[in-house]
């Protein structure tokens, strides 16, 4: 249930761009992803633990992506496999409105089944 949750969390961050153009919600949307996008670095490292400790397939591929994009500020400064994991994730930034789209539904659609 949590990797869920901070798919679609993250999603949100992901897609703070687009979420104004949703009716109704849109605004709202907004600002509480712009409130957690503050708080991304740390919401990105917990996503890639949860998924890594309680892996689940699908949500868990999608939380380390997601997490992946949302740390890609502190990548640098990881050892041996930080300049790589960086390439990686900026290549991923520059899907991350669909990335995030993704993330949002998955995360929902774990939360239903």
Same mark, same amino acid.
């Given at each position: 249930?949590?990797?869920?949750?901070?798919?679609?969390?993250?999603?949100?961050?992901?897609?703070?761009?687009?979420?104004?153009?949703?009716?109704?919600?849109?605004?709202?949307?907004?600002?509480?992803?712009?409130?957690?996008?503050?708080?991304?670095?740390?919401?990105?490292?917990?996503?890639?633990?949860?998924?890594?400790? =309680?892996?689940?397939?699908? @949500?868990? !591929?999608?939380? *380390? +992506?997601?997490?992946? %994009?949302? $740390?890609? &500020?502190? #990548?640098?400064?990881?050892?041996?496999?930080?300049?790589?994991?960086?390439?990686?994730?900026? =290549?991923?930034?520059?899907? @991350?409105? !669909?990335?995030? *789209? +993704?993330?949002?539904? %998955?995360? $929902?659609? &774990?939360? #239903?089944?």
């Amino acid at each position: 249930m949590w990797i869920e949750i901070l798919n679609i969390i993250g999603g949100l961050i992901l897609c703070v761009g687009v979420l104004e153009a949703i009716p109704a919600m849109g605004k709202h949307l907004e600002k509480i992803a712009k409130w957690l996008g503050s708080f991304q670095t740390i919401i990105g490292i917990i996503a890639i633990i949860l998924a890594i400790f =309680w892996w689940s397939d699908l @949500q868990s !591929i999608v939380a *380390i +992506i997601v997490g992946l %994009i949302l $740390i890609t &500020g502190i #990548l640098p400064a990881i050892p041996a496999m930080g300049k790589h994991l960086e390439k990686l994730a900026k =290549w991923l930034g520059s899907f @991350q409105t !669909i990335i995030g *789209i +993704i993330a949002i539904i %998955i995360g $929902i659609w &774990g939360l #239903l089944a």
